[in-house]
T-cell receptor
């Protein structure tokens, strides 16, 4: 059965800290891995990764994929209170044409 | 910018009622999805559609049905609502599997 596992489930840090969120997967016919940020409403897209070892970066956020070890990390440096959210990881599988989500990591950044 | 609109932000229904959740996207996307989101369980796929009048069961289709009569609209139907269907429902669309999902703002459904 295809599955995506995120860790930790929740995290509390102080402003300025650096955090690393983890996403591991076991799926057939992997095509891509996606990261989303969810605050009060719709998840918003952060990154899509398809190739191993190539870092994607946007401001203080970055992400990388390891297709050999079947995981991805999302790094947030110099965290701010506005980074408080649920971070979702999803994997798209071309066999079943599904986006499979992990349970998410709830991040709280304290001022 | 892609816009995915869900018709209701909050909905309260009684057990046994038939419930319709509507989703409309404005970017001519082929693929549309319905998920439910519950604490500790993440997003679980209920149904998806890759073309008009086409539908595929997701991981938890029991108690739900869908309708896609027009490309831009994907409706989720709870034939007879039950309390265990109290949840956040998220609709999403994408032009293809090589593209990200675009989500609506969600409908928080409470069944009493």
């Amino acid at each position: 059965e295809d599955k995506v596992v995120q860790s930790p489930l929740s995290l509390v840090v102080h402003e300025g800290d650096t955090v690393t969120l983890n996403c591991s997967y076991e799926v057939t016919n992997f095509r891509s891995l996606l990261w989303y940020k969810q605050e009060k409403k719709a998840p918003t897209f952060l990154f899509m990764l398809t190739s191993s070892g190539i870092e994607k970066k946007s401001g203080r956020l970055s992400s990388i994929l390891d297709k050999k070890e079947l995981f991805s990390i999302l790094n947030i440096t110099a965290t701010q209170t506005g980074d408080s959210a649920i971070y979702l990881c999803a994997v798209f599988t071309s066999g079943t044409y599904k986006y499979i989500f992990g349970t998410g990591t709830r991040l709280k950044v304290l001022a | 910018d892609v816009k995915v609109t869900q018709s209701s932000r909050y909905l309260v229904k009684r057990t046994g009622e038939k419930v319709f959740l509507e989703c409309v996207q404005d970017m001519d996307h082929e693929n549309m999805f319905w998920y439910r989101q519950d604490p500790g369980l993440g997003l679980r796929l209920i149904y998806f559609s890759y073309d008009v009048k086409m539908k595929e069961k997701g991981d938890i289709p029991e108690g739900y049905s869908v309708s896609r009569e027009k490309k831009e609209r994907f409706s989720l139907i709870l034939e007879s609502a039950s309390t265990n269907q109290t949840s956040m429902y998220l609709c999403a669309s994408t032009p293809s599997g090589t593209s990200p999902l675009h989500f609506g703002n969600g409908t928080r459904l409470t069944v009493t």
